[in-house]
């Protein structure tokens, strides 16, 4: 059982940056980042492989760029120009042998919230 441990979450001003980290117990293909505002259901934010190929919502490209260091088994999610409607839970998924689906494996989430 891989274990995935986030950080980097918080309060941020529209307009402003965060880096979410999130550092997986054991070797993982794909890794990434999904998310879940309230009322709403878990929706991908973006995720890379071991190889660097990613995938990116619409509503975020241009705006966040995941990476990964795969020798710290550590995936990052640097998201800047932050929008009230990115307020939501971040969650760290791993597992897939996909980048275009979800795995097994979810951390146990770090809240972001954009507001002024």
């Known amino acids: 059982q891989v274990q995935l441990v986030e950080s980097g979450g918080g309060l941020v001003q529209p307009g402003g940056s965060l880096r979410l980290s999130c550092a997986a117990s054991g070797t993982i293909f794909v890794m990434g980042w999904y998310r879940q505002a309230p009322g709403k259901e878990r929706e991908l934010v973006a995720v890379?492989?071991?190889?660097?190929?990613?995938n990116y919502a619409d509503s975020v490209k241009g705006r966040f760029t995941i990476s990964r260091d795969n020798a710290k088994n550590t995936v990052y999610l640097r998201m800047n120009s932050l929008k009230p409607e990115d307020t939501a839970v971040y969650y760290c998924n791993g597992g897939s042998l996909s980048i275009w689906r979800a795995g097994n494996y979810w951390g146990q989430g770090t809240q972001v919230t954009v507001s002024s």
């Open positions: 890379i492989n071991s190889g660097g190929r990613t």
